[in-house]
């Protein structure tokens, strides 16, 4: 796997090309046009009717756990386990969007949860599984349980065990005949202590990996806590000038627009889009716009959205026979009314998450695609303008 | 006697099965063609459980059910209307049933009281007396708008006996030319009267040839598929379709399982609904021709052979049962892929059951159903004696 960085704009955007090698059974090669999100999958059948998909799905290993004897005599890798054998493979350590409860970390392992609990991973199970797994790249297992409130002991320790993961991880690797052409990511820990993020930084940059995860500013024990690149910033330039500017990095989080646009300008590369289903699931549809051409006094004051997303739930939706959002060419606001959505949220029917999801994922891809093309024509800067400008006055409904 | 209208409907009988009772036929509906037998694959709220109106044409599905009771409360006959009605508002341009709202009302309210006017019950929202008269049902389902269109009944549960079966049975057909004059729109939706009668074989034959004497489009059989025993449900609904016309489509409300559905075709019924597929599939379960699937047992985490070898649904050509045993319990919207394949199955039941008459060879299709089911050779006693009524003799191979 190959990173190529093409440029870095003057507030210190990254563009760059992805290039990896599709492990399993054509080794063909796919490039991958950075920045970009991943796509965060909920199992439905329903992709096919979202145009402009991301090339890179990100599964975890918090779900594909129990599956690894069947991947294994399955042989062909989660990618095709899945019906996605279209997509690149990245295997996370843990899902951003759901919460995971603090403290279950030992020396030994890092703790993984899904519906059925709780699950240790070692290291040389870690990398059992992602033999059978047989994704494009992975998260090497990692130790990312701080926060803003973790002490400095606790911070080494998570840089501590991470490096020793990571060490132990790729030995295995190096000698796995079925992990050849697949990449690891190291993670950077180190909570907000700064003595700890630079030897993270230092430890990790001096192992041979594909890439860097940036994490351990949020323990994710609070669902649908946002990111605030904000308080992360002067760490986050600490780390990168540390960290090879030819290799890529990737941070997850629920990234509302305004974090993205303030997160390129560190740095980051590669994010996460949990964001979009978080927003499904509390019956929210995004309207904001990312239209930077078009962003004059009019357009402003037409705006009449506050923050980034409408609630299909308000009762204003009942009567309501436009589109979900209008102007959006997406299948659901193409096809369905804000009235039949609310209907279905209100009778709690399974098809008004498939239909929003459709939405707010084309949303935040075609989002994307404008980040990428500001980013080659010199117009970022409208573009982050037009996005903060369209921040909430309060925080969203839980 | 009632006057001459013009349906808005039209039944082609293609072919008649030369043993049973069976027929394939053409049903033109204002929205679809539908080829019968059919099965309705059922929508209570105005969706099909997590699949959109495109999923459901690609799996060639020309009617599907939506219920009364339930649209009318959420999102109610006024919002329906101003929708265009309910195909536009859930966008399904094919063919579409709505039930009177009757049924469950009596089996969800507790407070139901059945009078001459009609069923009383306290509103599930605010605890106040609310009634559906005839006239109010068929005024609902005229704002909904669909194709097919049922009579407000009065439906006792099939285990009752004595002297309510008699009255219930008189008052569906009272309640029946209430809900022919209270129609508004005959032009353009096909009102159906259901059969009553409860088990008793007299009152079934008399209910049928009453309603039989008014001017409607279909018939429908109701009471059925309750509590009662498979032997004497069968017996009715042959005793049914028996004093049924046979120009004349009927619709044997509340089933079911395929092998109900193979027998009743046999009898001579042409349509069917039930919630059985898409309720079982919300539970992890795959229906097959050799028997159904639970999906979530462990025999299945490493078996990567699709649900149905064959089966072109999307779900059998994409996935396997260890993932499907995989996300069954862990994600609410994988169900959505088990609905599909078993609307998928289903459909192609009843498609194999048409093209089966119209070879004149429903007699094989029928055997060979019941060895796939049951490899052993242990049919059902009542299956056995329904089809030897019909003149087909399972044999154990």
């Keep these: 796997m190959r990173f190529s960085l093409r440029s870095v704009s003057h507030c210190g955007c990254r563009v760059g090309t992805l290039s990896c090698t599709r492990a399993v059974n054509d080794g063909e090669n796919k490039e991958v046009e950075t920045p970009l999100c991943t796509l965060y999958t909920k199992k439905v059948d329903m ?68 519906k059925a609990g709780k699950k240790l991973i070692e290291p040389q199970q870690f990398v059992k599984c992602q033999e059978a797994f047989r994704p494009t790249f992975y998260q090497a297992l990692s130790d990312s349980d701080t926060d ?115 997160a390129l300008e560190l740095g980051i590369d590669v994010f996460d889009s949990c964001y979009p289903w978080l927003v499904t699931e509390r019956g929210g549809a995004l309207v904001f716009s990312f239209q930077y051409h078009n962003n004059s006094e009019n357009e402003r004051e037409a705006r009449s959205t506050d923050g980034f997303e409408i609630s299909l739930k308000d009762k204003s939706m009942f009567e309501d026979f436009g589109a979900p959002v209008p102007g959006c060419s997406c299948y659901t606001c193409q096809n369905f009314t804000r009235s039949y959505i609310h209907h279905l949220l209100n009778t709690s029917e399974l098809l008004a998450p498939v239909l929003l999801m459709i939405h707010n994922f084309h949303h935040y891809f075609e989002f994307f695609e404008s980040l990428r093309s500001s980013l080659k024509t010199d117009q970022f800067l409208k573009l982050k303008t037009l996005i903060l400008e369209q921040r909430p006055s309060q925080e969203p409904p839980k | 006697m009632a006057m001459q209208r013009t349906h808005a409907l039209s039944f082609k009988i293609l072919a008649e099965c030369s043993t049973t009772k069976a027929r394939a036929s053409l049903m033109k509906l204002p929205h679809a063609t539908v080829d019968t037998p059919v099965f309705m694959p059922v929508g209570t709220q105005g969706t099909l459980k997590g699949l959109v109106p495109d999923q459901l044409r690609e799996l060639d599905c020309r009617i599907i059910l939506g219920n009364t009771y339930h649209l009318g409360h959420r999102p109610g006959p006024e919002l329906l209307e101003k929708a265009g009605g309910l195909h536009e508002f859930m966008q399904w341009d094919r063919a579409l049933l709505t039930d009177s709202g009757g049924f469950q009302m009596v089996s969800l309210l507790k407070l139901a009281e059945i009078t001459e006017e009609g069923v009383k019950f306290q509103s599930p929202h605010d605890s106040s007396e609310m009634m559906l008269t005839p006239e109010h049902s068929i005024h609902i389902q005229n704002k909904i708008g669909a194709d097919i269109i049922m009579q407000l009944d009065d439906v006792v549960h099939s285990c009752v006996t004595g002297p309510r079966v008699e009255e219930a049975m008189y008052r569906t057909i009272r309640w029946l030319d209430r809900c022919m004059k209270a129609h508004g729109r005959p032009h353009d939706q096909n009102l159906f009267p259901i059969v009553q009668g409860g088990l008793y074989p007299e009152l079934r034959k008399k209910c049928a040839e009453e309603l039989t004497k008014r001017d409607v489009p279909g018939f429908a059989i109701g009471g059925l598929s309750g509590g009662e025993s498979k032997d004497e449900f069968w017996k009715i609904v042959n005793i049914s379709t028996d004093y049924l016309p046979k120009e004349k489509p009927r619709y044997l409300m509340g089933v079911g399982f395929a092998v109900d559905l193979v027998v009743c075709v046999a009898l001579g019924c042409d349509m069917f609904d039930c919630v059985f597929p898409t309720r079982t599939a919300r539970f992890g379960n795959a229906l097959t021709p050799t028997g159904t699937l639970i999906l979530h047992r462990p025999e299945f985490a490493e078996d990567f052979q699709p649900i149905e070898k064959g089966c072109p649904c999307s779900t059998c050509k994409n996935y396997t049962r260890a993932y499907l045993h995989g996300i069954v319990e862990n994600e609410p919207v994988s169900c959505s892929l088990l609905t599909i394949h078993n609307v998928a199955y289903q459909l192609r039941l009843m498609r194999a059951m048409h093209q089966s008459i119209v070879e004149d060879a429903f007699p094989e299709f029928i055997q060979d159903f019941f060895d796939k089911l049951y490899p052993s050779a242990d049919y059902p006693q009542w299956a056995i004696d329904a089809l030897a009524s019909v003149n087909v003799h399972l044999k154990k191979s």
């Excluded at chain 1, 145009?51 to 975890?60: A, G, Q």
């Design chain 1, 47 to 114: 992709l096919k009717r979202i145009e402009k998909l991301p090339p890179i799905v990100n599964m975890h290993l918090s779900s594909l756990a129990d599956y690894t004897e069947a991947l294994n005599k399955f042989q062909h890798g989660v990618g095709q386990f899945t019906a996605l054998q279209d997509f690149l493979v990245y295997i996370s350590v843990h899902d951003t969007g759901i919460e995971i409860p603090s403290g279950y970390n030992t020396k030994a392992g890092t703790a993984v949860w899904n």
């Design chain 1, 148 to 262: 803003k409130n973790s002490g400095k002991k606790r911070a080494m320790k998570a840089v501590d065990r991470t490096l020793d993961f990571l060490d132990t991880i790729l030995e295995l690797h190096k000698k796995s005949e079925r992990l050849r052409d697949v990449g690891v990511f190291g993670s950077v820990e180190g909570g907000f202590h700064e003595e700890a993020r630079m030897r993270s930084a230092r430890e990790t940059a001096a192992r041979n990996v594909d890439g860097f995860v940036i994490e351990g500013f949020y323990a994710q024990n609070e669902k649908n806590k946002q990111i605030d690149v904000e308080e992360i910033k002067d760490l986050c330039n600490k780390v990168f000038k540390i960290l090879p500017e030819e290799k890529p990095r990737l941070m997850h989080a629920v990234w509302s627009p305004d974090q993205v646009v303030m």
